[in-house]
């Protein structure tokens, strides 16, 4: 599957001269050998305004960034699992309180490390019990080996816990990580953590199947992912994208041929935490998912209290708060995390561009995606560079797409923001357009009682406060009417005195 352009920026509140700059961003990255390929999609309104690809995706074989190019998408994996999760969630198979030592009781007494080294340490006992809740906002107390940042992670190096390399089964490699002791006492710290792959085995184990059947039958094939699966089968090699980092001479380095890749057999162990490879279209239809409550295309998976629980903040506070200063894909202050994924609290608080209530989340090879239900907007970045904090690009982008938006300047003066009809449909009017009320002209606060009327002018801000962000110019008495439906996106006039009040 491929994804189009469905719409001119300007059809959907974008500025097709401001878009441009993404595209002269991508060609410098890729002119100045930072990226060997890259690809941006942007959805606004049900529509794609922007997609386009530049670069290579495999130097060795000059094969271009295409727009059916399969990529890793690692961590982009984990909002998938989630879902998975949070399917067996509504059929009512676990709480979220739930101590996952219900299924996995090798969890039941978990000790919490104190002291010591990755051969020899002293551990206490966990005040509670790992909670599926505490998996899903990885606040489990887990951490991941690659981090090189505490004891912990040397542990977990030297004993082979790492679910991308593992010729383990799942259920072996989490039954030994059991064993091990948590770098924090659950739901203490917000640490970045192995901890969605544990809840792709509960996924297993609740549902009785493989995790990878369960994920490719329950959500892939209905969303329609044609291209997303744990391994590439040899008829799409050749769309197969290389992966690389930067070498200490800058250039880059080859990591990963697609052609000798690991992905190019069936995955022994399927990580939920990083083991999937998609598309660009691919993951445009899960963000089209989320954007519409938990259905597509007539296939509903999750309803929409569901999802609403899914994108709101579960931290006290954002992760600055309960985070340690260590890697993630998003930053800590003014962003807090749901279940799967990144929340943004507040843009000035993060230093960027963005909404209240947008998720995001990215992967190692510095991919990454946001959506944005306030301005009905998806955006995706695909590459292949590890590891993902080698460049800004994810914050780059943000900035290029977010300007981009020029609804107030689109509407032109004068005119109304749009109002939804009967019908949900948005239709801008002039204020000229619309009947004027019955009933004797209010007289200036200035003006009464001195026997004559002196007609002012009809003003009005032209976009409406809410929307714009600027105040009505006009008097005290002009304010938006919030018994009306829409009453936020303009502004009227109240009602004449002496004039029917309207049923």
């Known amino acids: ?118 051969e020899r340490w002293d551990s206490v006992p966990a005040e509670r019990e790992i909670t599926f809740r505490d998996l899903m906002t990885h606040t489990s107390g887990l951490t991941y080996g690659f981090m090189q940042s505490t004891p912990v992670d040397a542990i977990y190096r030297a004993h082979g816990i790492d679910f991308q390399t593992s010729t383990e089964s799942l259920g072996a490699l989490v039954e030994r990580l059991a064993g091990l002791p948590l770098l924090a006492q659950p739901g203490a710290e917000w640490n970045y953590s192995v901890a969605t792959d544990v809840l792709g085995h509960l996924v297993a ?30 008829a799409k090699v050749d769309r197969f994208a290389a992966n690389y980092a930067r070498g200490e001479d800058g250039r880059l380095r080859l990591i990963d041929d697609p052609a000798e890749s690991r992905y190019l057999d069936p995955a022994k162990l399927p990580s939920g935490g990083g083991g999937l490879v998609a598309t660009a279209a691919d993951y445009l239809r899960f963000c089209r998912f989320m954007l519409n409550k938990g259905e597509l295309d007539g296939v509903r998976l999750l309803g929409r209290k569901t999802v609403e629980l899914m994108t709101s903040n579960h931290l006290d506070g954002d992760m600055a708060d309960m985070g340690q200063p260590r890697f993630s894909e998003s930053r800590y202050t003014g962003v807090g995390f749901g279940l799967g994924f990144s929340v943004m609290l507040d843009p000035a608080k993060a230093e960027i561009l963005g909404t209240p209530g947008e998720y995001a989340w990215g992967g190692a090879a510095s991919t990454a995606f946001w959506v944005d239900p306030a ?16 460049y800004p690009i994810r914050r780059e982008l943000r900035v290029l797409t977010y300007q981009a938006i020029v609804d107030c300047a689109a509407l032109g003066a004068g005119t109304v923001p749009p109002r939804l009809s009967a019908a949900g449909s948005a239709s801008p009017t002039r204020r000229a357009d619309r009947p004027r009320s019955s009933g004797r002209r209010a007289q200036p606060r200035g003006n009464r009682g001195r026997g004559r009327t002196r007609s002012r002018p009809s003003r009005t801000c032209g976009q409406g406060p809410p929307r714009c962000g600027e105040a009505s110019p006009g008097p005290r008495r002009w304010r938006a009417r919030a018994r009306e439906p829409a009453a936020r996106d303009r502004c009227v006039r109240p009602r004449p005195r002496g004039a029917a009040r309207p049923r």
């Open 375 to 390: 301005e009905d907007m998806a955006v995706i970045l695909l590459t292949q560079l590890m590891p993902s904090s080698t």
């Open 205 to 234: 184990v609740i549902s009785g199947e493989p995790f990878d059947r369960y994920l490719r039958e329950r959500v892939i094939r209905p969303l329609g992912m044609v291209d997303t699966d744990f391994h590439v089968p040899a």
């Open 1 to 118: 599957m491929t994804a189009s352009v469905e719409a001119h920026p300007e059809e959907v509140g974008l500025s097709s001269e401001r878009l441009a700059r993404i595209e002269r961003w991508m060609e410098a990255l890729v002119a100045q050998g930072k990226l060997a390929g890259v690809q941006v999609l942007v959805m606004r309104r049900g529509r794609t305004a922007f997609f386009q690809s530049r670069g290579t995706a495999d130097l060795a074989r000059s094969r271009p960034m295409a727009p059916d190019t399969i990529v890793r998408i690692y961590s982009m994996t984990k909002p998938l699992t989630s879902l998975a999760a949070l399917m067996l969630y509504e059929e009512g198979r676990f709480q979220l309180d739930d101590p996952i030592s219900r299924f996995l009781p090798a969890f039941a007494k978990a000790r919490v490390f104190a002291r010591g080294d990755a």
